[in-house]
C-alpha cells in the first residue's frame, strides 16, 4: 500500500510552552502567567500557548494515518530543540517533506522511521517534534495497512512478545498538588504525583523542609483515601533540579537529605527526579553517579530518576552506561522519531536501569495513546498520565487506550475480559 498524499494541520497542544530559565530564576506569578522578561531564545514571554502539528497520511485505501507533532513544555531548555511553532513549520512541511511522502509505499516501520529520523533538509536535522509526529503517523499507516494495532507492529518488528500486561502509569498534578494528589489516590493511580516542585522557596523550602512536609502529608492521605489497604503506590517527585542548590551541589549533602526523606516515605517506595541541574551534559551524569553511589553506600532505598540533559537515546544510553541513576525518563517528544522511545527502553531494560516513558503536560490526545502502545509493547517499567495539567483528562486518555488495548490483546489470545 502507498501514501498517496500528505495534509498538515495546526493545532493547540495541552498545556503551555514555560520558559525554565525564567521561572527557576524567580519570575513571579500573574494569574496563570509569569511576570517579566524571557530568558531562552525563540520565547515573546515566558509562558505562552503550547502548539501542534497533525501529520495526515492520505493511504491507497482511503485510510487516514496520523501521528501529531509536540514538543515539551521546557523547550529550548537542558539542551533541547528551541520552539516549536506551528505558523514556522507547517510551510516548512509542506515543501520539503509532503513531496517525500507522496507515492511512498508503506514498507517496514523500522526503515521508515529510520530514514526520516536521519534526514537532513539544508544540512539541517528535522526538528525532534516533526520526527515524533512523522513517525508516529508512519507506524500507524503501518499498522492500517496491516490491520494490526501500532502495538503489535512494534512487537512484530522488535521481535517482541505480545504482552497484555497493564503499564503502571504515573499521574502528574501541577500546581495543584494537594487536590490532584486526592483524586490520583481515589482512582488509585500506581505511581503519583510528580508535584511540579520547581521553585526553591515557595515549594522545596531553603533546608528542603517544604517537600518533606509534602512527602508526610502524602503518606496520610493514601493511608486515609485509599480504597484497599494493598494500595501502595510509589511516591515520584520531580524536583527539576533545585536540590542541588540549597546544598551548593554537593553531592554528599544532597545524597544525605535525599535519604533523610526515606523515612518520611514510610512503606512507599521513593523516587526523586533530577535531584541536580548542573548545565551541562557531562557535569550532569557525573554528579548524578556521585548520588546514587552515595545512596547506595548510605544504604538508601531512594531512587534517582534522570530528566535533565537527558534527551536523545544517545543520552540515555550514556547515563545508562554510567550508572547515573536508578531510572530514566524517556522523555517521548525529545526523542523524535517514536522507534527511539522504544529502543531506549529495550536499552534500560538490558542495562537494568528502568525505564519511565515520560512525555510532557504539552503533548495531544493523540500522540498520548500512540504512546501507550509503544509502551505496551517495550514494557516500559512506567508511564506518564498525558496530556495536561489537570490529571483526570490525561489519566482518562492514557488509561482507556491501556485497557482497549490490552481488552483486545486479550480477546485475540481467546482470553474473556472481565
Same mark, same amino acid.
Given at each position: ?188 493511580? =500506581? ?13 522545596? *523550602?531553603? @533546608?528542603? &523542609? /517544604? !517537600? #518533606? %512536609? ?52 514510610? =512503606? ?13 551534559? *557531562?557535569? @550532569?551524569? &557525573? /554528579? !548524578? #553517579? %556521585? ?67 515520560? *512525555?510532557?503536560?504539552? &503533548? ?55
Amino acid at each position: 500500500m502507498k501514501i498517496v498524499d500528505a495534509v498538515f494541520s495546526r493545532g493547540y497542544s495541552a498545556f503551555f510552552f514555560d520558559d525554565q530559565k525564567a521561572i527557576k530564576s524567580g519570575a513571579g506569578h500573574d494569574g496563570f502567567v509569569y511576570v517579566g522578561e524571557p530568558m531562552t531564545p525563540g520565547f515573546s514571554r515566558i509562558r505562552q500557548a503550547g502548539q501542534s502539528v497533525s501529520v495526515m497520511l492520505i493511504l491507497e485505501d482511503g485510510q487516514i494515518a496520523v501521528g501529531d507533532c509536540a514538543a515539551v513544555q521546557y523547550s529550548g531548555a537542558g539542551g533541547r530543540d528551541p520552539l516549536f511553532l506551528a505558523s514556522e513549520y507547517v510551510p516548512f512541511l509542506q515543501e520539503h517533506i509532503r513531496p517525500l511522502l507522496q507515492g511512498l509505499e508503506i514498507g517496514s516501520f523500522r526503515e521508515m522511521a529510520k530514514h526520516f529520523s536521519e534526514l537532513k533538509i539544508n544540512k539541517k536535522p528535522l526538528h525532534s517534534a516533526i520526527k515524533y509526529g512523522l513517525t508516529m503517523a508512519l507506524l500507524d499507516a503501518r499498522a492500517k495497512a496491516l490491520k494490526l494495532m501500532p502495538c503489535e507492529v512494534v512487537c512484530q518488528e522488535y521481535d517482541l512478545p505480545v504482552i497484555a500486561q497493564r503499564v503502571p502509569i504515573f499521574g502528574q498534578t501541577g500546581d495543584n498538588r494537594y487536590d490532584n494528589a486526592d483524586k490520583m489516590i481515589l482512582k488509585g493511580v =500506581e505511581v503519583l504525583p510528580h508535584g511540579l516542585i520547581n521553585n526553591i522557596d515557595e515549594k522545596l *523550602g531553603r @533546608q528542603g &523542609e /517544604k !517537600l #518533606r %512536609e509534602y512527602i508526610k502529608w502524602l503518606v496520610k492521605r493514601v493511608d486515609h483515601l485509599r480504597t484497599s489497604p494493598d494500595y501502595k503506590p510509589n511516591l515520584h517527585i520531580d524536583v527539576y533540579g533545585n536540590v542541588g542548590p540549597i546544598f551548593d551541589n554537593d553531592t554528599t549533602k544532597v545524597a544525605q537529605y535525599l535519604a533523610s526523606l526515606e523515612p518520611d516515605a514510610g =512503606e512507599l517506595p521513593l523516587y526523586i527526579e533530577g535531584p541536580v541541574d548542573m548545565g551541562d551534559r *557531562g557535569l @550532569q551524569i &557525573e /554528579k !548524578l #553517579r %556521585e548520588i546514587t553511589e552515595k545512596l547506595r553506600d548510605l544504604g538508601s532505598s531512594v531512587k534517582i530518576v534522570a530528566d535533565e540533559w537527558c534527551n536523545t537515546i544517545e543520552d540515555i544510553r550514556d547515563f545508562a552506561d554510567a550508572g547515573a541513576c536508578h531510572m530514566i525518563q524517556i522523555k517521548t517528544p525529545d526523542l523524535g522519531g517514536v522507534q527511539n522511545i522504544v529502543e531506549s527502553i529495550l536499552y534500560c531494560r538490558e542495562k537494568g536501569v528502568g525505564a519511565y516513558q515520560g *512525555g510532557t503536560c504539552n &503533548e495531544t490526545d493523540l500522540s498520548a495513546r500512540m504512546c501507550v502502545h509503544l509502551a505496551v509493547a517495550a514494557r516500559a517499567e512506567r508511564m506518564l498520565a498525558k496530556p495536561g495539567m489537570g490529571f483526570d483528562e490525561g489519566f482518562s486518555i492514557v488509561n482507556n487506550e491501556m485497557e482497549r488495548i490490552l481488552a483486545v490483546l486479550r480477546h485475540r489470545n481467546g482470553v474473556d475480559n472481565d
